[in-house]
């Protein structure tokens, strides 16, 4: 699996791919609502993977301001890791593909989409969510950057939040129900992010999405809406 550690040489200019919205409703599939279609997109990644920091940094964070009414994303952070619990504590103990760091910076990842889920309104979720995981995998050191992150941008509620979960009970359970969510794919996962639209992965839609993301969601829209998104189209 090519999959290795990225040390990024600056940090992106993110704040201008959010556009905060009040009337997006966003479901499951490619589907129309109110006039217009929304793509499932569910990403499984690693904090410490080169491709993984690779696709948000160079994918998902300057395509979002123009894509993010089309698109319903949920972001895994697992990946090839494993999981196993203490009978006797309850203690769960993972193991990851880039180490222990990797480990806690995913757990970090998991409480901060968390805390944002507990603490935001439906319609501004997505917003929050793609903007702190933007900010983290576009730091130096994804691991350490969810706080960081969210003192720029996230309610002091959701700070604190975020902050508690980390050295907590809960960053495990969140970790372990990503790992569940991850081991179940069928075929297993093999290679770190894998990107799965509306429920279909194919190496087709993988290779088009690590590299094309924008040009293979303006597939899935219609003409019309092609026409202001995706002019080459």
């Given at each position: 699996m090519?999959?290795?550690?990225?040390?990024?040489?600056?940090?992106?200019?993110?704040?201008?791919?959010?556009?905060f919205?009040?009337?997006?409703i966003?479901?499951?599939?490619?589907?129309?609502?109110?006039?217009?279609?929304?793509?499932?997109?569910?990403?499984?990644?690693?904090?410490?993977?080169?491709?993984?920091i690779?696709?948000?940094?160079?994918q998902?964070?300057p395509?979002y301001?123009?894509?993010?009414?089309?698109?319903?994303?949920?972001?895994?952070?697992?990946?090839?890791?494993?999981?196993?619990?203490?009978?006797?504590?309850?203690?769960?103990?993972?193991s990851?593909?880039?180490?222990?760091?990797?480990?806690?910076?995913?757990?970090?990842?998991?409480?901060?989409?968390?805390a944002?889920?507990?603490?935001?309104q439906?319609?501004?979720?997505?917003?929050?969510?793609?903007?702190?995981?933007?900010?983290?995998?576009?730091?130096?050191?994804?691991?350490?950057?969810?706080?960081?992150?969210?003192?720029?941008?996230l309610?002091?509620?959701?700070?604190k939040?975020?902050?508690?979960?980390?050295?907590s009970?809960?960053?495990?359970?969140?970790?372990?129900?990503?790992?569940?969510?991850?081991?179940?794919?069928?075929?297993?996962?093999?290679?770190?992010?894998?990107?799965?639209?509306?429920?279909?992965?194919?190496?087709?839609?993988?290779?088009?999405?690590?590299?094309?993301?924008?040009?293979?969601?303006?597939?899935?829209?219609?003409?019309?809406?092609?026409?202001?998104?995706?002019?080459?189209?």
């Open positions: 090519r999959c290795y550690l990225f040390s990024p040489r600056y940090l992106l200019a993110i704040a201008a791919f959010i556009t919205s009040n009337d997006v966003l479901v499951s599939g490619d589907e129309l609502v109110d006039n217009y279609t929304v793509v499932n997109v569910n990403v499984y990644y690693e904090s410490l993977c080169g491709d993984s690779r696709w948000v940094k160079d998902l964070v395509n301001a123009s894509l993010k009414k089309h698109l319903k994303i949920t972001l895994i952070p697992y990946g090839k890791a494993t999981q196993t619990r203490n009978a006797e504590t309850g203690r769960w103990h993972f990851c593909q880039h180490g222990s760091s990797e480990c806690l910076g995913n757990k970090a990842q998991a409480c901060g989409i968390h944002i889920e507990s603490d935001y439906e319609n501004e979720q997505q917003d929050q969510i793609v903007y702190l995981i933007g900010c983290t995998m576009s730091d130096q050191y994804p691991p350490s950057a969810v706080e960081t992150c969210a003192k720029r941008y309610k002091e509620e959701t700070q939040r975020i902050s508690k979960c980390i050295n009970s809960l960053a495990d359970d969140l970790l372990a129900a990503n790992g569940d969510k991850t081991w179940a794919l069928e075929p297993q996962l093999s290679f770190v992010p894998t990107i799965i639209l509306n429920g279909v992965r194919t190496a087709e839609i993988q290779k088009s999405a690590l590299y094309n993301f924008k040009t293979l969601i303006c597939s899935y829209l219609t003409k019309d809406e092609q026409r202001s998104i995706c002019p080459t189209l």
